[in-house]
């Protein structure tokens, strides 16, 4: 089985931001407890209660908004890509609804974690002296029921997927993802995409 971590494309594509003073709002001004700010293994359905509004940026002109994207370990989806996805992924997290531009979406919360499932191959896991992630590696036999997942190894930073995730986005054409097999840290990734 071939795991990938995935990223979001920001050099063709717009990456996700939120409405500030509504994250505020449902979640309190704790970086504890903000979905934008914290990247942790959390669930947020039973906060959730309202479409959280976001927005699409960059720095750079003339990029794309995606149909799916990554931020910090969650996926944004469109309706589209939730109608592709929901029934793959659903068992690995939550999905929280939000709005944009006179559309909605959804920010898929991956709640799934490889050390929850005794998955994380720590012989290949390395971290330099700044505890900045070098390699991460999983068992790969201990994530056949699971399509979507995090790992606590690398604070939670990075989505991983199988092929069957993948193979979805692709066939499906849903723009905005870069997939990495070479399970390295993620500037490394970013640099050699």
């Keep these: 089985m071939t795991l990938y971590a995935i990223y979001a494309d ?15 709002s449902e979640f309190g001004d704790s970086k504890d ?15 959730w209660k309202n479409p959280i509004g976001i927005y699409f940026g960059s720095d750079k002109k003339g990029l794309l908004i995606p149909d799916i994207s990554e931020h910090q370990g969650r996926l944004f989806l469109s309706e589209k890509a939730y109608d592709v996805l929901k029934d793959i992924i659903d068992q690995d997290g ?21 050390e929850d499932l005794e998955a994380l191959d720590e012989t290949q896991c ?5 505890d900045d992630v070098m390699s991460i590696g999983f068992h790969e036999g201990k994530l056949q029921n699971v399509s979507i997942f995090r790992a606590k190894f690398d ?39």
Excluded at 97 to 113: A, E, I, Q
Excluded at 155 to 167: G, I, L, N, P, S
């Design 94 to 114: 939550e999905f929280l609804p939000v709005v944009y531009d006179g559309s909605k979406g959804f920010m898929f919360n991956t709640l799934r974690l490889a």
């Design 155 to 193: 604070r939670f930073y990075v989505a991983y997927c199988t092929q069957e995730v993948k193979d979805a986005i692709e066939k499906a054409g849903l723009k905005g993802l870069l997939f990495y097999s070479d399970l390295r840290r993620p500037w490394q990734a970013d640099v050699n995409l």
């Design 10 to 24: 920001q050099k063709k594509y717009q990456y996700v931001g939120f409405d500030y003073k509504q994250i505020i």
């Design 126 to 130: 390395e971290q330099d002296e700044y």
């Design 33 to 47: 407890t903000r979905f934008d700010a914290n990247r942790s293994h959390r669930s947020y359905k039973d906060i």
